[in-house]
């Protein structure tokens, strides 16, 4: 992995608008073949990021290479890249067989280059009865086949997406996130991928980007991400619902909050030295908060009393108080539990995540 | 039948009342305003369709007793203005080449324009663009003078080209604003989408912003060729006898002096002048309404 030139790489990007610091001091690098998904919620500079990258927004320090070369002047079509943007953003007036040939066109390649280069990229997307079409006349997913072939077509390396599933209804969403996934497994082009919604990132990405006020706060794979959180803002960010927080303090690898204590022994600490601080805030998931027989086998037992309960079907959330802090608990679909029951619930240390109070940091 | 009526349960689509107080008052007031503007143009085409003898009995909105297109005729060959006469016709071939030349240059000028100020945004092109608008807010009558000397000074006074000259630069700011906003309402990924495969400055424009904004086109068309063609102060000021647009030509027919006042050919002097916006309105109205149904970006 590190003895390949990345595919993509970013080195001390800044971006600023007259005083406005949208990025700053951003280093990013991308695999040969990777799927990497920069996420965030709307205004973290995700989709700057994207532009800067594509060479359509003018960067204000900084340097940009894409598959080795330095592309940092370099004009969006010079650079390799394929882009698919949110609202499709086909050319209305030209046909699909148009749209997808237009770049190259542009680019002043053979006509039986171009024409063959259409035909697989048409035969991939499974669009070829709608080569003669308008735009006008296709539904969401077609229209959005059709933006990514317009990126196929260039025949680049690397693909930018540019939330490219947010206009679509959500069962087309997850047909599409599926085929998107297929393509890039048969392909194996680098894919950066901008998008604010988490489901996507966790089942497309081979590693995720969470950004926020135009920083990197944690660059890791899905599992990294989601079960060892480098930070609070992540931690809270990924899951739905999200993770319970508690506040207590750490004395000698034991947890104290409230009159609930937890021997944090087993827990992976970062540094061997931080069993001890005042201010500390544990983080447990809703699906790591064991409940029924099992939980009499975890670490820590304790009891709650259900206050509301929500049944989704595949799952039930429980809200239930500990102390004076609201947790989630999330039960199995049958589970019988109603409002006022009494639930006992076990926490296994080895799952939840530590961070310093202050600093928001994982210890 | 008030009291079934009250007792009607509802079901299926509300029924309608054809004559309510509401609609009573509407209609009125709209064939009240049709009559008020249709009714000058009744007593032009009639006259312009009788002849003299006939005027002079008065009754101006009878329908002529005997039809005669002899003043149509002689408003457009042989009306009298000072020695020529030959009638609008002259008039109407100076418009033309003031019109065409003016349409084009000044619609290719601010269409670019717009498109360079929304999508090309360089520093300034705020301040440019601020200018641009506050010009539209100028009197003219401020800058008639100064344009006489400018257009003095490049030759240009006179001349067909020198009121072309004018024509296009007067109609920039209304015009930019148009093309701009126009421009900037088309979402800003279809701009970059083209840029990524590898279009440039024309190759956007031509190829891709051009041919879905023919609906904009069509308004910038109607709002010059009626500006431009219903002008006469720039027309008398800035051409001479021998270029005078037919605006000009047909207030010289109508306020000449000499001889008999014959209504019947002023009237018909006046239509001829008018026929050209109109066939403009009639023409693009079909244009307009095709080229807003045509072409989506999103579903």
Request: hydrophobic content about 45%.
């Amino acid at each position: 992995m590190s003895t390949k030139t990345p595919s993509v790489k970013v080195s001390n990007l800044d971006l600023h608008f007259g005083e406005i610091k949208v990025l700053q001091k951003l280093n990013l690098e991308i695999n040969q073949g990777e799927f990497l998904v920069l996420l965030g919620s709307s205004g973290c500079g995700k989709s700057t990021l994207l532009n800067c990258i594509a060479g359509l927004l003018d960067i204000s320090d900084g340097q940009i290479f894409i598959g080795n070369k330095n592309v940092t002047w370099a004009e969006p079509s010079e650079r390799g890249i394929g882009m698919v943007f949110q609202s499709y953003a086909l050319y209305p007036q030209m046909s699909v067989e148009g749209n997808l040939s237009f770049g190259l066109k542009n680019a002043r390649m053979p006509k039986e280059e171009i024409r063959s280069r259409v035909d697989r990229a048409a035969k991939i997307l499974q669009i070829e009865p709608l080569l003669n079409r308008k735009p006008g006349a296709l539904s969401g997913g077609q229209r959005q086949r059709v933006a990514i072939g317009r990126a196929l077509v260039r025949d680049v390396d690397v693909f930018l997406f540019d939330e490219p599933l947010s206009n679509l209804d959500a069962k087309l969403r997850v047909d599409l996130r599926v085929e998107l996934k297929l393509l890039h497994q048969r392909l194996k082009n680098t894919i950066i991928y901008v998008t604010h919604d988490q489901i996507e990132a966790m089942t497309l990405a081979n590693r995720i980007a969470i950004m926020k006020d135009g920083k990197i706060m944690q660059l890791g794979t899905p599992d990294e991400i989601y079960n060892h959180p480098q930070n609070l803002y992540v931690a809270d960010f990924i899951g739905s619902p999200s993770m319970n927080f508690l506040e207590g303090k750490l004395k000698d690898s034991k947890f104290y909050y409230d009159s609930l204590i937890l021997s944090m022994d087993s827990y992976k600490f970062t540094n061997k030295m931080n069993t001890n601080k005042n201010k500390v805030t544990i983080g447990i998931r809703p699906e790591h908060i064991i409940t029924g027989e099992l939980s009499k086998k975890a670490p820590i037992t304790t009891n709650v009393i259900v206050k509301l309960v929500e049944p989704m079907g595949s799952d039930t959330l429980v809200y239930a108080n500990l102390s004076e802090t609201q947790i989630r608990i999330r039960m199995e679909g049958n589970a019988k539990v109603e409002a006022g029951d009494k639930l006992e619930i076990g926490i296994d240390p080895n799952r939840a995540s530590l961070f310093d109070t202050k600093s928001e940091q994982r210890i | 039948m008030l009291k079934s009526n009250n007792n009607l349960i509802p079901n299926g689509p509300k029924p309608k009342k054809a004559f309510s107080r509401s609609n009573i008052i509407i209609y009125g007031t709209l064939i009240v305003i049709s009559i008020y503007y249709l009714l000058p143009l009744w007593v032009m085409v009639m006259t312009s369709l009788k002849g003299m003898p006939e005027i002079r009995m008065g009754n101006i909105f009878s329908p002529p007793l005997e039809i005669t297109f002899e003043p149509w005729i002689k408003a457009w060959a042989h009306a009298c203005t000072g020695i020529n006469c030959d009638g609008l016709s002259r008039g109407f071939w100076n418009s033309v080449k003031i019109l065409i030349p003016s349409l084009i240059l000044s619609i290719s000028v601010a269409s670019v324009n717009g498109y360079a100020l929304a999508n090309w945004k360089f520093r300034g092109s705020e301040v440019f663009f601020t200018i641009l608008i506050f010009g539209a807010f100028i009197p003219y009558q401020i800058m008639i003078y100064p344009i006489v000397i400018l257009l003095r000074e490049i030759g240009l006074m006179g001349s067909t080209a020198g009121l072309v000259l004018v024509h296009t630069i007067f109609g920039m700011p209304i015009l930019t604003l148009l093309f701009r906003n126009h421009f900037a309402a088309i979402p800003e990924e279809l701009f970059k989408a083209a840029r990524v495969d590898g279009a440039g400055f024309w190759g956007i424009y031509f190829k891709v912003l051009l041919p879905m904004s023919v609906p904009i086109f069509v308004v910038a068309i109607i709002l010059q060729v009626t500006g431009i063609w219903n002008d006469f102060l720039f027309g008398v000021i800035y051409t001479k006898p021998a270029t005078y647009p037919m605006t000009v030509q047909l207030n010289n027919i109508v306020n000449s002096v000499q001889g008999v006042k014959e209504y019947n050919v002023n009237m018909a002097a006046t239509l001829l002048t008018g026929l050209v916006p109109l066939a403009i309105y009639f023409v693009s109205g079909k244009l307009f309404v095709r080229g807003i149904a045509a072409g989506a970006v999103k579903g």
